[in-house]
């Protein structure tokens, strides 16, 4: 099984206005321990690189059943 990364972020002047946000990994990460590992340094970089965004929630697995439910 094939694991992502599924984030919510939210824009810090409006706290909001949340996004859920999807990243799929070059790897193939087949553990919950390696997808946490992996995923951890995904998740910084990316918000270092979008500064006007805060990730709020987490979570690395399959991907939702349903869009905007809970992470």
């Not at 790897?27 to 951890?40: G, S, W």
């Amino acid at each position: 099984m094939l694991y992502g990364l599924y984030f919510l972020t939210c824009l810090v002047a409006n706290p909001t206005h949340c996004v859920m946000r999807v990243h799929h990994f070059n790897e193939e990460v087949q553990t919950p321990m390696q997808c946490m590992t992996v995923a951890q340094p995904q998740m910084a970089a990316w918000q270092n690189s979008h500064d006007r965004w805060r990730v709020a929630r987490f979570r690395c697995g399959k991907p939702p059943k349903d869009d905007g439910t809970r992470i």
